[in-house]
């Protein structure tokens, strides 16, 4: 458990419920437990009504994995535990597409990255000046996408981040200016509302990029069993896509 939550940064009950026990009750007793142990930090939104408990490997909690690791002689993480950007809406991102391949043997979410991870690799293939917040490959009935994904940081998806806003800009650049072209067959935007939708859309029909682009807010994530479904927007085509249906 230690290990999950150091490798998401923050989860909440119903996430690590999904990811490691088949029970609520049981990952709470579990997580309760790693708590009074000084192992891990809960804490609630004050502004949520709903009143759900995350949880955030301690110092403490970080140092018995680091040392735990090293007994393994296994490498340690860079920034071991602590939370990257947006890291609610990625935990949501990633846990929503694990539940749905749980249900659905013709679906696997085949590899993933976290955002320093994603941006090395990246780098690796000639791709810089991007910050993505992930990279995965979703397969699905036999399809298969590799994608990366950006949150955008903006007002509305600061409070799901603990974010400040920063100016607006074009986050997609670096890919345009990718030398040897871009390792994935989609990059995928979260935008905070319509009109941050629209405005993305807009600029990559203006400047196209050597990738598909597909979009979703916020609210259609959230809405949606998982970003497998149906809910992403494709420059030059009509209609939402699947995941598995963007970048073909």
């Given at each position: 458990m230690l290990s999950v939550l150091a490798e998401h940064g923050v989860l909440h009950t119903g996430q690590v419920t999904t990811l490691l026990f088949g029970s609520r009750p049981a990952?709470?007793?579990?997580?309760?437990?790693?708590?009074?142990?000084g192992l891990v930090w809960r804490f609630v939104?004050?502004?949520?009504?709903?009143?759900?408990?995350?949880?955030?490997?301690?110092a403490?909690?970080?140092?018995?994995l680091t040392a735990r690791l090293?007994?393994?002689?296994?490498?340690?993480?860079v920034a071991l535990g602590r939370p990257g950007p947006g890291e609610f809406v990625v935990n949501e991102f990633f846990v929503g597409l694990a539940a749905h391949a749980s249900k659905d043997p013709r679906c696997e979410l085949f590899r993933w990255r976290r955002a320093l991870e994603a941006a090395v690799w990246l780098r690796e293939h000639g791709v810089a000046?991007?910050?993505?917040?992930?990279?995965?490959?979703?397969?699905?009935?036999?399809r298969?996408?590799?994608?990366?994904?950006?949150?955008?940081?903006?007002?509305a998806a600061g409070a799901l981040s603990r974010l400040a806003a920063p100016p607006q800009a074009d986050v997609l650049a670096g890919y345009r200016r990718a030398p040897r072209g871009v390792p994935v067959a989609a990059v995928l935007v979260l935008c905070p509302d319509v009109e941050r939708e629209t405005e993305v859309r807009r600029g990559v029909a203006a400047a196209?990029?050597?990738?598909?682009?597909?979009?979703?807010t916020l609210d259609r994530l959230f809405d949606a069993s998982s970003a497998a479904e149906?809910?992403?927007a494709v420059t030059g085509a009509e209609g939402l896509r699947r995941l598995a249906e963007v970048g073909r």
């Open positions: 990952a709470a007793r579990h997580l309760g437990a790693l708590a009074r142990a939104h004050d502004d949520d009504p709903r009143h759900v408990a995350f949880y955030e490997l301690s403490a909690g970080a140092q018995a090293g007994e393994a002689g296994r490498a340690v993480p000046e991007v910050s993505p917040s992930a990279y995965g490959v979703w397969i699905e009935g036999g298969a996408v590799r994608f990366v994904l950006h949150v955008e940081h903006t007002a196209p990029l050597p990738v598909t682009v597909g979009t979703a149906a809910i992403w």
